[in-house]
């Protein structure tokens, strides 16, 4: 078994005993406007009403006991990013850091601020491919997302194949709630099927498409992915930009927060609160006698 506190706020009120001790009569008036109550008690020499205001302490702070903590069973969103790793993607994003590196980065922490969402990573270039199917495992992600370069699958951007791999990702998956990512910094001018084609079978699977443009992205073109499939486009300047868009993606799609339950949860508190009273009573009978 294990303890717990339901308010351990009020635990903050424990070092005021030592006031039985070491203040004086006067100065224990600002805690106990009836210190003539105390009157039997040598305060500097008797334990038990240090005892008894450690127990009515610790009956307020609630405690209880518990075997386990059951954490609830609450899916999150199933999300795919779909990332342009072409021959652009080298180059530098205002400053000397390439866009890629950057990306990779944000993505990173984004990732990391998602807690149950299952999430997976498509790369992109001339061809794509699903780089990581939908997991939990945001560690692996990590690893994986680390040894990415630029020019891995190519130097053109097939943008139409990177959605439509995003969406073979997101079909492994029964969630009720599926976003696809695309971010890239090209025009659409590689693969063998078109972005209309992408968005048309993602609205028909219910997917959510976001689009995150950089440098010389086709800017209308990933206005009309996100629109079309219910979602919104981003540009990124820089890498500021890029952080406020992923922040933003986090509030426009927020995961839920794991919550649990305590197993057999036994309180503590009316049996600390019994002694206190008992031993107060105690006191009081011996200060009127």
Same mark, same amino acid.
């Given at each position: 078994?294990?303890?717990?506190?339901?308010?351990?706020?009020?635990?903050?009120?424990?070092?005021?005993?030592?006031?039985?001790?070491?203040?004086?009569?006067?100065?224990?008036?600002?805690?106990?406007?009836?210190?003539?109550?105390?009157? @039997?008690?040598?305060? @500097?020499?008797? !334990? $038990?009403?240090?005892?008894?205001?450690?127990?009515?302490?610790?009956?307020? &702070?609630?405690?209880?006991?518990?075997?386990?903590?059951?954490?609830?069973?609450?899916?999150? @969103?199933?999300?795919?990013?779909?990332?342009?790793? &072409?021959? =652009?993607?080298?180059?530098?994003?205002?400053?000397?850091? =390439?866009?890629?590196?950057?990306?990779?980065?944000?993505?990173?922490?984004?990732?990391?601020?998602?807690?149950?969402?299952?999430?997976?990573?498509?790369?992109?270039?001339?061809?794509?491919?699903?780089?990581?199917?939908?997991?939990?495992?945001?560690?692996?992600?990590?690893?994986?997302?680390?040894?990415?370069?630029? &020019?891995?699958?190519?130097?053109?951007?097939?943008?139409?194949?990177?959605?439509?791999?995003?969406?073979?990702?997101?079909?492994?998956?029964?969630?009720?709630?599926?976003?696809?990512?695309?971010?890239?910094?090209?025009?659409?001018? =590689?693969?063998?099927? *078109?972005?209309?084609?992408?968005?048309?079978?993602?609205?028909?699977?219910?997917?959510?498409?976001?689009?995150?443009?950089?440098?010389?992205?086709?800017?209308?073109?990933?206005?009309?992915?996100?629109?079309?499939?219910?979602?919104?486009?981003?540009?990124?300047?820089?890498?500021?930009?890029?952080?406020?868009?992923?922040?933003?993606?986090?509030? $426009?799609?927020? =995961?839920?927060?794991? &919550?649990?339950?305590?197993?057999?949860?036994?309180? !503590?508190?009316?049996?600390?609160?019994?002694?206190?009273?008992?031993?107060?009573?105690?006191?009081?009978?011996? *200060?009127? @006698?």
């Amino acid at each position: 078994m294990k303890i717990a506190f339901e308010h351990p706020w009020f635990l903050a009120l424990l070092p005021l005993m030592l006031c039985f001790f070491q203040c004086k009569r006067e100065n224990l008036k600002i805690y106990f406007a009836k210190t003539e109550l105390l009157s @039997r008690f040598q305060i @500097r020499l008797t !334990l $038990l009403p240090t005892l008894t205001f450690t127990l009515f302490v610790l009956a307020l &702070s609630t405690p209880f006991l518990y075997s386990s903590i059951k954490l609830d069973d609450r899916k999150g @969103r199933d999300l795919v990013l779909a990332l342009d790793a &072409s021959g =652009s993607m080298e180059e530098t994003l205002y400053d000397e850091k =390439s866009k890629f590196e950057v990306v990779k980065s944000m993505a990173k922490n984004f990732f990391h601020r998602r807690y149950d969402d299952n999430i997976g990573i498509v790369i992109f270039g001339s061809f794509a491919y699903i780089a990581a199917p939908l997991t939990y495992d945001t560690k692996a992600l990590d690893f994986l997302i680390d040894y990415l370069e630029p &020019s891995i699958a190519g130097n053109n951007t097939a943008i139409g194949d990177g959605l439509w791999q995003g969406i073979e990702a997101l079909k492994a998956d029964k969630a009720k709630e599926k976003v696809l990512i695309l971010i890239t910094d090209g025009h659409h001018n =590689s693969g063998s099927i *078109s972005p209309r084609q992408a968005v048309e079978r993602a609205k028909k699977e219910g997917i959510k498409i976001y689009t995150i443009g950089l440098g010389d992205a086709d800017k209308n073109l990933l206005k009309q992915i996100a629109t079309k499939s219910g979602g919104k486009f981003f540009y990124a300047k820089n890498e500021e930009d890029l952080k406020q868009i992923f922040d933003e993606l986090n509030s $426009l799609e927020p =995961s839920p927060i794991r &919550s649990g339950s305590y197993e057999n949860k036994h309180y !503590l508190f009316p049996y600390l609160l019994f002694i206190a009273l008992f031993l107060l009573g105690f006191e009081l009978y011996r *200060s009127f @006698r």
